[in-house]
């Protein structure tokens, strides 16, 4: 079945502790996206990827890190985890960056950091 | 500064009955619109979109009707079923490459 899938599903961490999400698409999508949702203040964009090997900042990337070195694949790395950072994060694709372009989304992974 | 806003966080419905779910955008630059679902433990899941060049688009069940003057977008979900509970999201591109998702509105449906 064509989608994005993440990996862990949740994951409860340390704080201080080094952490990659995973996000796989088999879309072929150019673009790929990681959110995360907070209760009360939405989705907020993270890092995006128009094309494989290009990333930009969203709107909160402090203490996130990501990397495109294919089409399919857009792990999310915290490197030192705090307390903060305990949200919910989706990953979302679409046929290509830029406006007016639907984005398809992942089911997400539940963060708790310690 | 930009923001993307939802008149009501909560919505509570019967079985039946037609939905609406709003949501004002502030930026005039935004040139596209999308509506988003998130049921409980799962992903936004798309809806329907509208281009800024529309007034009004129909899907299934659901029609998007944006007002350009007043910058205020909703939904209208007519004979609103218990599978329509979830969370609403709506969400403006104005111009570069990031959607900006407004706040949510939990829409419940009684039987």
């Known amino acids: 079945i064509a989608g994005i899938t993440q990996a862990p599903t949740s994951q409860i961490l340390a704080a201080g502790r080094r952490m990659t999400l995973r996000c796989t698409q088999d879309?072929?999508?150019?673009?790929m996206y990681w959110y995360r949702q907070d209760l009360g203040l939405g989705l907020r964009l993270i890092h995006y990827?128009?094309?494989?090997?290009?990333?930009g900042k969203g709107e909160v990337p402090d203490g996130y890190s990501v990397s495109r070195a294919n089409t399919d694949d857009f792990p999310l790395t915290l490197a030192s985890a705090v307390p903060s950072q305990t949200s919910v994060y989706f990953c979302?694709?679409?046929?290509?960056?830029?406006?007016?372009?639907?984005?398809?989304f992942g089911p997400g992974t539940r963060l708790t950091v310690l | 500064g930009e923001s993307v806003g939802l008149h009501l966080p909560t919505l509570s419905v019967q079985e039946g009955d037609n939905s609406i779910i709003n949501c004002a955008y502030s930026?005039?630059?935004?040139?596209?619109f999308i509506w988003y679902k998130q049921e409980s433990g799962k992903g936004p899941q798309f809806i329907i979109d509208?281009?800024?060049?529309?007034d009004k688009r129909q899907g299934q069940r659901v029609t998007v009707l944006l007002n350009k003057t007043v910058k205020h977008l909703s939904l209208q979900i007519a004979a609103t079923q218990p599978g329509d509970s979830a969370v609403y999201f709506c969400?403006?591109?104005?111009?570069?490459?990031?959607?900006?998702f407004g706040k949510g509105t939990t829409l419940s449906v009684s039987s």
């Open positions: 879309m072929r999508h150019n673009a």
């Open positions: 969400a403006e591109n104005p111009k570069g490459t990031a959607l900006i």
């Open positions: 930026n005039s630059a935004s040139d596209y």
């Open positions: 990827s128009n094309t494989a090997g290009t990333t």
């Open positions: 509208i281009r800024s060049n529309m």
């Open positions: 979302a694709s679409s046929a290509a960056g830029g406006p007016n372009n639907e984005q398809f």
